[in-house]
């Protein structure tokens, strides 16, 4: 794993719907060494521990993060500003594994939508199916339409889009694809995972656990997962955090 520490001058840090902000980094000339489905850890000044956020696309020199405010440090670096330096360790993990010649069925739930905006930019006409709780946290439609991705959109309430679930849309729509990435909640993963297998699609996801030093060091982000008929422990930050769905112990 190749990444690199480096103090990126912060284009813009706008919110962009309910407590969701959209972070754009001045990366330098040049295509930026990082992968889909790979993650940035961003230095919080006054914390000790970076935070682990995805990569949201990395196009035009730009890097892109785009996270929710849950907590102390993802509020201060939604107060961050133009002109200031983030410290950003990156990239980290192992991302999605993406093949020319195959339909992908790109599925983000919630906050687990903004690393398919750079996986769908890597596909060939990717087919994003992204579902949120309600309207007033819908994001990044029109930057998937933009990446050229047949764009399917769900909220809880029926607030926006289709009412429903997103494992309601592959479910109508898999026989479309060759594979299904996805990101988001546990619960979603892991339903999605079961769709996969049902129809015998191959499934990767991208899994989220609690980090420190997001380099394979400390052990906080172990998950179970099955290699070879044997469970295993294996670190997040370091093997995933995409995994086959298959292996992974939920
Ligand atoms: C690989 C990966 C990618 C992620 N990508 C995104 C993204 O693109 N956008 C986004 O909004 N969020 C993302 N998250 C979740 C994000 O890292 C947490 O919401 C954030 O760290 C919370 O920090 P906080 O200080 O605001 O919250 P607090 O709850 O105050 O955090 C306390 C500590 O717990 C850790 N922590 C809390 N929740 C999480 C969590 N869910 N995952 C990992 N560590 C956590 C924090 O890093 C911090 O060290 C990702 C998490 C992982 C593991
Ligand atoms: S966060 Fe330290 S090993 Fe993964």
């Known amino acids: 794993m190749k990444y690199d520490i480096r103090k990126l001058r912060l284009i813009s840090n706008e919110k962009i719907a309910d407590g969701i902000f959209d972070m754009r ?19 919080v000044p006054g914390k000790s521990l970076r935070r682990p956020i995805s990569v949201c696309d990395a196009r035009g ?23 200031e330096y983030v410290d950003v360790l990156a990239p980290l993990g192992n ?4 093949e020319k010649g195959r339909r992908y069925a790109l599925i983000g739930g919630g906050i687990g ?48 889009g289709k009412k429903g679930f997103v494992t309601d849309l592959i479910r109508e729509n898999i026989g479309r694809v060759d594979e299904v990435c996805a990101c988001g909640p546990t619960p979603m993963l ?42 295993i422990m294996q670190h997040v930050c370091k093997n995933g955090p995409v995994f086959n769905a298959e292996e992974v112990v939920f």
């Not at 990044?140 to 047949?150: M, R, Y």
């Open 25 to 43: 980094l001045e990366y330098g000339d040049g295509e930026i060494p990082v992968a889909c489905g790979q993650f940035a850890h961003v230095y």
């Open 61 to 83: 020199g730009e890097l892109r993060l785009v996270y929710q405010v849950k907590g102390e440090g993802t509020k201060i670096m939604s107060q961050m500003k133009a002109e």
């Open 95 to 98: 991302g999605f594994n993406i």
């Open 113 to 160: 939508v903004p690393p398919m905006l750079y996986t769908a930019a890597k596909c060939e006409n990717p087919l994003v199916i992204t579902g949120f709780r309600n309207e007033s946290l819908v994001i990044l439609q029109d930057d998937f339409v933009k990446a050229g991705a047949e764009l399917l959109l769900c909220t809880d309430d029926g607030t926006a």
């Open 190 to 231: 892991k339903a999605i995972a079961q769709v996969c297998r049902e129809f015998g699609k191959p499934c990767q996801i991208s899994l989220e656990e609690r980090m420190a030093c997001g380099i394979g060091a400390c052990l906080v982000c172990a998950v179970k997962v099955r290699k070879n008929g044997e469970e």
